[in-house]
């Protein structure tokens, strides 16, 4: 033992202090430490660690590719929903091309070319049945499409009878498909296809009569396909749709035409006949099946729904709609989600500040209680995870409603007048009754399991330097259960957030969450998109959170054990 | 520093009784006085009820019987944060979330001491320790001996008069573990402290105390300056417990006032003083210091009785030789020799004859 007075500094000799002090100097005048070889000490070592960091790797990979095909990527494909929109472009590619240079401001309707485009798509759709389908999509944005579809998509099939009528008056070979294929089809494909078994060798479009016959030859490329893959009939045998006289007509009257190959004489007298054909106008045929395409709302629709991505399914979701003049507020009547999204969110904080009103003083009684006792008394906690969550929500609902446990106790002791019974159920207040018992365990947990590694000594030594028992509490006990209070918060919030069961058994109308929305939609109205699109808000309502969470609490503060 | 009166003691245990369980006492019958300024160390093995004595001093136990008097008043229903009193803690008990200035200024704070005075004092506190620099660190940034002495800072910030401390060294190495020793011994006597200390080490308790409490079973063995008792141990527990002790058993042959005859077990008779016996005939434990035997004739007193003794091992240890003899039958008898110029190295095997002065022989309770 020495006279000197030394400080921690002065303090000479092999103390772990000055180990690292001296392992700081050395680096500090040699820069970067060298492994015995030359090379960087941290080079070296990372090749050390790769071997174990690919065994790691190995090791959780059939989880991490199970999680990514089962639970990611479905989840990507879900969320993808909520901007997709390719149903419009996909079933009415014409119509929108032609509906591009249309103005809905000057509240004229489309152009007659639209019409006609609009009977070719609807034509080809109702034969293929999936006009039904887009008329549901489009009934999102406005009510009324779905039966104005389905109306138009059966009568879609008459509009082209006038000129299949004119064309075999004409002549008799129009009614024969053999004249079809031979002007439209390839010779070869024609050798190849005739008298082969049902439905034949794929259609193949004869070279150069796309250019005399443009719309013809799509439309009969359409049917074609169209007999081959659904009917699986020989287009050879078959006659063409109403929809082909129909486009041979369009393509006889276009200025310019001209024609030569197979059958010449047949259409170009057919050509030189056409003129002095009884003609109607496509959208007099449309007004007729259905008034409402006499108006520009239909038609603004659908042109502000054709871009293969729209806002629109997140805009709903904000109580907000896509309009041809832009983003408009829905009408307040109709305003649901925000009040949704709002209930939710400020249900969940109830019920996380409830839990940890709640478990704090449990979790701090098992902390503090010795082992045995508290064991023990973690089995009750833990008893409510072990009862099924329907079990526990269906007894609240016996706890809790009008003629329930609860009101019958009350009424008996007098407190309640049997008239005026308490209604606690099929509200907010009975979906958050039954939520925080529910998440209650989530809160306990991760604060018992902080509390636990509180050494009592710190309470102690506060009091022995002049504390009370509340100050010695809150000053020094408070801030180091923090990072349990955070981890049960977030547990308790994440999982309130999306909660689904609960609120639908027990929330009647006024306590039910967003979830409960997201459901409905998934399972009843089958809007996939707007299902998607509250989810992924809500994904982002809760990653936002967390977010902010970690920079006000920091997220390596949270210990769940 | 001799027995004080209790009635001017500072710190008083009177007849304090403390049992957990009611049916067995962990602290019997406890009589203890502590003038003002004095360090005291309470030692003894595990279980054997010190730091229950601290606990109830701080507060933080309740005696089951007794009373505990600080500066002449009962402190048995004060709560522990109005008795005053500074105590460091065996981990250091800093408190993690607050900052080393946080940790000091905490007991200002809840005192109600104005912000400008507290922050003097915390630095002042921060310069005793030599750790006026590390103010805005936090206690997980120090090393163990840092920590130390910030809880000792803690501890003293706010000017007590009596701080307790439980086994504060006992996380630290070696080294650092004896430089603190010396800090705080320093420390305390320059601020003139009253300090009760609480430790299992017998060097730690030699060296830093005004006197010692040597516990076992709940009751005090010995209570005496550092010197009284590793030279004049009141009975065969303190002989054993502190410094390094040869024990022969025998039978008390006779005493003669101060000294005493004990025949040992076989059959050679040597001379004693009776510190700790019953009367002739009954059954005693010798207890001789390894330092004070010898073997070298030239250096034995006149008339020093001696007894015949076999070599069975001899071990280097630099500054002294540690040798092993078989003596009156048993072989656990240790001498140790200074490394001196002219000194015999023994050698395995050899016969030798010990001896020892009558007065450095205690005859203790058996």
Not at chain 1, 259 to 280: D, I, K, W
Not at chain 1, 398 to 416: A, C, F, K
Not at chain 2, 41 to 46: A, D, I, Q, V, Y
Not at chain 2, 338 to 347: F, G, H, I
């Amino acid at each position: 033992m020495t006279d000197r007075t030394t400080g921690p500094d002065q303090f000479t000799g092999a103390t772990p202090d000055n180990a690292l002090r001296d392992a700081d100097r050395a680096e500090a005048a040699s820069g970067p430490m060298l492994a015995a070889d030359g090379t960087p000490l941290k080079k070296s070592l990372n090749r050390a660690l790769r071997r174990q960091k690919m065994r790691a790797l190995m090791l959780i990979a059939p989880l991490l590719i199970f999680i990514l095909v089962a639970f990611i990527a479905p989840i990507a494909d879900m969320l993808f929903r909520s901007v997709e929109n390719q149903i419009v472009s996909e079933t009415l590619p014409r119509t929108v091309d032609s509906l591009e240079d249309w103005d809905h401001t000057t509240g004229d309707l489309p152009s007659e070319g639209t019409f006609r485009a609009l009977y070719v798509d609807m034509f080809i759709a109702a034969e293929k049945k999936e006009h039904t389908r887009l008329g549901t999509r489009l009934n999102y944005e406005q009510t009324g499409v779905s039966s104005l579809f389905r109306r138009t998509g059966r009568d879609v099939d008459d509009f082209g009878e006038l000129y299949e009528d004119q064309f075999n008056d004409l002549d008799a070979a129009w009614e024969d498909p053999m004249t079809w294929a031979r002007i439209l089809g390839d010779p070869d494909w024609i050798a190849e296809a005739e008298g082969a078994e049902a439905p034949g060798p794929d259609f193949v479009l004869r070279d150069g009569v796309e250019t005399a016959l443009p719309t013809t030859a799509e439309v009969y490329s359409a049917f074609a396909e169209f007999t081959q893959t659904e009917d699986e009939d020989n287009p050879l045998e078959e006659t063409p749709w109403t929809l082909v006289y129909t486009a041979l007509y369009w393509d006889l009257m276009r200025d310019g035409f001209a024609y030569s190959g197979p059958e010449s004489a047949l259409v170009t007298a057919a050509a030189e006949a056409a003129p002095g054909f009884e003609t109607v106008s496509m959208q007099e045929n449309f007004v007729e099946s259905d008034k409402d395409w006499g108006s520009t709302a239909v038609w603004s629709t659908i042109q502000t729904y054709a871009p293969e991505y729209t806002p629109g399914y997140f805009l709903n979701s904000v109580d907000a709609q896509l309009t041809p003049d832009g983003i408009e507020a829905r009408p307040e009547n109709e305003q649901i989600y925000g009040i949704l999204f709002k209930r939710t969110i400020f249900m969940s904080m109830t019920i996380t500040i409830s839990c940890i009103l709640l478990g704090y003083p449990v979790a701090w009684i098992l902390a503090n209680l010795p082992m045995r006792t508290a064991n023990l008394l973690m089995i009750l906690v833990l008893l409510p995870f072990w009862t099924s969550l329907l079990v526990r929500t269906s007894a609240w609902k016996v706890m809790l409603q009008q003629q329930g446990v609860i009101n019958d106790i009350l009424v008996w002791i007098g407190l309640v007048d049997d008239a005026n019974r308490l209604i606690m159920i099929n509200n907010q207040f009975g979906t958050i009754v039954a939520m925080t018992h529910i998440l209650l365990p989530f809160m306990i947990l991760p604060l018992y399991s902080v509390m636990a590694t509180i050494p009592p000594t710190y309470l102690r030594a506060a009091k022995s330097l002049g504390a009370n028992d509340w100050t010695a509490f809150w000053r020094v006990y408070f801030p180091q259960s923090v990072p349990g209070i955070g981890a049960g918060s977030i547990l308790v919030f994440i999982l309130a957030i999306g909660y689904y069961i609960t609120p639908e058994i027990v929330g009647g109308t006024t306590g039910t969450f967003i979830s409960n929305r997201i459901a409905y939609h998934i399972s009843s109205s089958l809007n996939w998109g707007l299902a998607a699109a509250l989810g992924s808000i809500l994904l982002a309502a809760v990653l936002i959170l967390y977010w902010a969470y970690d920079r006000i609490v920091g997220i390596d503060n949270v210990k769940l054990g | 520093m001799a027995d004080t009166d209790s009635s001017d003691a500072f710190v008083a245990f009177e007849r304090v009784q403390k049992s957990y369980d009611g049916e067995t006492l962990v602290v019997k019958d406890l009589n203890l006085s502590m003038p003002k300024g004095e360090f005291l160390t309470m030692l003894g093995p595990s279980g054997s009820g010190k730091t229950t004595c601290l606990m109830m001093l701080a507060g933080f136990e309740t005696a089951t019987h007794g009373e505990i008097k600080l500066d002449g008043k009962p402190i048995n229903n004060i709560p522990p944060h109005k008795r005053g009193i500074g105590m460091v803690f065996q981990n250091y008990a800093l408190f993690p979330h607050m900052t080393v200035a946080e940790n000091l200024a905490f007991p200002l704070e809840v005192r109600k001491i104005p912000k400008s005075e507290r922050e003097e004092k915390v630095k002042r506190a921060l310069d005793m320790v030599q750790m006026g620099a590390f103010g805005g660190r936090r206690p997980a940034q120090l090393s163990g001996g840092q920590q130390q002495r910030i809880a000792l800072a803690r501890a003293l910030v706010f000017e007590p008069e009596l701080v307790l401390m439980d086994e504060p060294l006992g996380a630290l190495d070696k080294q650092l573990r004896e430089h603190m020793q010396f800090e705080i011994t320093n420390l305390a006597h320059s601020l003139g402290i009253t300090t009760v200390y609480v430790t299992h080490d017998q060097t730690e308790a030699l060296t830093m105390s005004d006197r010692v409490a040597v516990f076992d079973d709940g009751r005090i063995q010995q209570l005496a300056p550092p010197d009284q008792l590793y030279e004049a141990p009141q009975n065969s527990f303190v002989a054993q417990f502190i410094g390094e002790n040869n024990t022969l058993i025998g039978t008390v042959k006779s005493i003669d006032g101060e000294f005493c005859k004990v025949q040992l077990e076989d059959g050679e008779v040597i001379d004693a003083k009776a510190v700790n016996i019953g009367e002739v005939g009954t059954k005693t434990q010798v207890s001789i210091r390894p330092e004070r035997v010898e073997y070298n004739r030239e250096r034995m007193a006149e008339g020093v009785h001696t007894l015949k003794a076999e070599v069975l091992e001899f071990i280097y240890m630099g500054d002294i030789f540690r040798t092993r003899l078989r003596v009156a039958g048993k072989d656990d008898f240790v001498i140790k020799t200074r490394n001196a110029p002219d000194q015999v190295r023994l050698k395995r095997g050899e016969q030798i004859e010990i001896g020892w002065l009558p007065s450095d022989c205690h005859a203790l309770d058996a």
